[in-house]
C-alpha cells in the first residue's frame, strides 16, 4: 500500500490564523488599559475632598467688614455759638483743647498726613460739623471720614429760608456776591433779589411783600408814616454819579467840572464847550466851539436823585426851578433809558454829555472827569474818595438817612451816596428774621472785604459799627 503524507499548509494559509489571534490579543489590552485609566480617574476623584470651582467660576472668599475707629462729633449751639465735642465712644462729654470756630470749618478739608488723619467735612443740615481726630489708641486713616458714615449732631432743620428781596439796581453785582457767599457758609439761607429799581423796591417793602427792599435813595417822612411795621435803613456800600463826556479830540478824562458848570449845562445856560465859564478852569485842554448836547435818564432812577440831590445843594437856581427826584422836568436835553441808554447816547452824538454811576463807567471804559468839591478840590471819584465823602459827614443821624452829596473834606468826591437795606423791625417769622440779622451783621463785616474787588467804595468803618449796634438795639 502506498505510503501517503498528509499534504502540509501552504504559506498562505496560515496568514489569516495569525491575524485573528494578534487582534484577540490588542482587543484585550485595550480593554485593560480602558478599565486601568477608569479606576485611576474613580480613585482620584474620591481623593479629592470637594469638587474644584470652575474655570469660569471664581472661588468665593470670605470677607470680614472694615473696623473704622467712630469719629468725634463737634455740635454748633446756636444761640451762643459754642461747641461741644463727644467722643462717641465713651460717651463722654469734654472741651476741645482749642477752641473751634464753626464759621471757619466750611467747605475745609485738611490733609489726612500732615495733620494726623483730621479731616472735616460739613454736614447736610445747619450749623453741624463733624470731625473725625484719631484717639490716641487708634492709627490714622488715610480716607477722608464720609459723611453718611456718620449721624447729625443736631436734629434735622425744615425747608431752606428764602429770603426774597427787592429794589435797588447799582448794587446788584454786589449783593449777588454776598447772597452767595452768605449761602455757601449757611446752606440753608437762600436769597431771591429782584433788581426792578429802588421805586419799586420802597414799594414792595411798604406792601409787605418782600422780605427786605434795597434803595439808592432814603425813604422820606411820609413813606415811612406808610409802612406796616417800623423800618430800619441799613447802609451797605457807597455809590457814586460821575459826568460823561464825548468832545473830539479830548481824552484821557482832561475836563473838570465846577458845580456852576455842571448846574449851568444842565439848565442849558452854557450851550458850547468853549464857553468861557469851561475854559477857565481847563487852561490846557483845547475845547472846541462844539454845541453841547445834554442826555439825561429817561427812566427813573437813583441816580438821578443823586445827580439832582446834589445841583439842589450847589445851585440855589437848581433847587428852586427844578429840584430834586428819581425823575424831574429837566429843561433841556434828551433821555436814554438806563445807565446802557445815557452811556450809548453820549458816544453816538459829539459834543455831548450825561451822568452815569461810576461803576458802569469803570466797566466800559467810559471818560468821565473831576469835579470840584466843597473843599476846592478837582477830585475824580474812587474807593477812597468815596469812603472819606461819608466819613466826613459831621453828624450822622440815628437812622442813616443822610445825603453825602457836596460833603466836606479835601478829598470827598461831592456826587457820592450811600445804598441801603430796608429791613422790617418785626416779622411774622421769626427764623427769616433771624437769618436777616445774621446776615446783616456777617455784611458790615466779613462783606465789606469784598467790595473793593466789584469796584464798590466799603462803608467806614465808624459807620459800620454804628450800623452793627443798630441791628442789635434798634429804636
Do not use: C
Not at 244 to 262: A, C, Q, R, S
Not at 372 to 396: C, H, I, P, Y
Request: hydrophobic share 40%; charged share 20%; aromatic share 6%.
Amino acid at each position: 500500500m502506498p505510503n501517503i503524507e498528509p499534504p502540509s499548509k501552504s504559506k498562505s494559509q496560515s496568514e489569516p490564523l495569525l491575524t485573528l489571534r494578534i487582534s484577540k490579543r490588542a482587543g484585550w489590552i485595550a480593554l485593560i488599559a480602558f478599565a486601568i485609566l477608569g479606576a485611576l480617574i474613580v480613585a482620584a476623584i474620591r481623593s479629592k475632598g470637594r469638587p474644584q470651582p470652575l474655570a469660569n467660576q471664581p472661588a468665593v472668599h470670605e470677607q470680614k467688614p472694615a473696623v473704622l475707629p467712630q469719629p468725634t462729633k463737634v455740635a454748633a449751639n446756636e444761640e451762643t455759638g459754642s461747641l461741644h465735642e463727644r467722643s462717641a465712644g465713651d460717651g463722654k462729654i469734654r472741651t476741645p483743647k482749642r477752641p473751634i470756630d464753626p464759621s471757619g470749618l466750611e467747605g475745609t478739608k485738611y490733609d489726612p498726613v500732615a495733620k494726623g488723619g483730621a479731616t472735616i467735612v460739613e454736614a447736610s443740615q445747619r450749623h453741624t460739623y463733624v470731625i473725625h481726630e484719631p484717639l490716641q489708641d487708634e492709627q490714622p486713616i488715610l480716607q477722608p471720614t464720609v459723611i453718611s458714615m456718620v449721624e447729625p449732631t443736631v436734629a434735622p432743620t425744615n425747608e431752606p429760608e428764602m429770603l426774597n428781596g427787592a429794589g435797588a439796581v447799582f448794587p446788584l453785582p454786589m449783593y449777588s456776591k454776598w447772597f452767595s457767599e452768605f449761602h455757601k457758609l449757611h446752606p440753608q439761607i437762600q436769597f431771591n433779589y429782584q433788581a426792578v429799581g429802588s421805586g419799586a423796591g420802597i414799594h414792595h417793602v411798604l406792601a409787605g411783600t418782600v422780605d427786605f427792599g434795597a434803595t439808592d435813595i432814603p425813604m422820606s417822612n411820609e413813606q415811612l408814616e406808610q409802612a406796616m411795621v417800623k423800618l430800619l435803613h441799613i447802609p451797605t456800600v457807597l455809590g457814586a454819579v460821575v459826568p460823561i463826556y464825548n468832545i473830539p479830540g479830548v481824552g484821557g478824562d482832561k475836563v473838570k467840572f465846577t458845580p456852576e458848570i455842571l448846574a449851568g449845562i444842565f439848565l442849558g445856560k452854557i450851550t458850547t464847550w468853549n464857553d468861557a465859564t469851561i475854559s477857565k478852569e481847563n487852561p490846557t485842554v483845547e475845547l472846541p466851539n462844539l454845541p453841547i448836547t445834554v442826555v439825561h435818564r429817561a427812566d427813573g432812577s437813583g441816580d438821578t436823585f443823586m445827580f439832582t440831590d446834589y445841583l439842589s445843594k450847589v445851585s440855589p437856581e437848581w433847587l428852586n426851578s427844578v429840584g430834586k427826584g428819581t425823575s424831574v422836568a429837566w429843561p433841556v436835553g434828551l433821555g436814554g433809558k438806563g445807565n446802557e441808554g445815557v452811556a450809548s447816547n453820549v458816544k453816538r452824538i459829539e459834543g455831548a454829555i450825561g451822568y452815569i454811576d461810576v461803576l458802569f463807567a469803570e466797566q466800559n471804559h467810559t471818560l468821565y472827569g473831576a469835579v470840584k468839591n466843597q473843599a476846592g478840590e478837582f477830585v475824580k471819584a474812587g474807593f477812597d474818595n468815596l469812603t472819606q465823602a461819608a466819613a466826613s459827614v459831621r453828624e450822622m443821624p440815628d437812622d442813616f438817612r443822610v445825603s453825602i452829596t457836596d460833603a466836606p473834606g479835601n478829598n470827598a468826591y461831592p456826587i457820592a451816596s450811600f445804598t441801603w437795606l430796608l429791613v422790617p423791625q418785626q416779622s411774622d417769622n421769626p427764623g427769616k428774621r433771624a437769618d436777616l440779622i445774621a446776615f446783616l451783621n456777617w455784611m458790615l463785616v466779613d462783606g465789606q472785604l469784598m467790595t473793593r474787588v466789584l469796584g464798590y467804595a466799603p462803608l467806614p468803618r465808624n459807620i459800620a459799627a454804628r450800623a452793627k449796634q443798630k441791628i442789635a438795639h434798634p429804636r
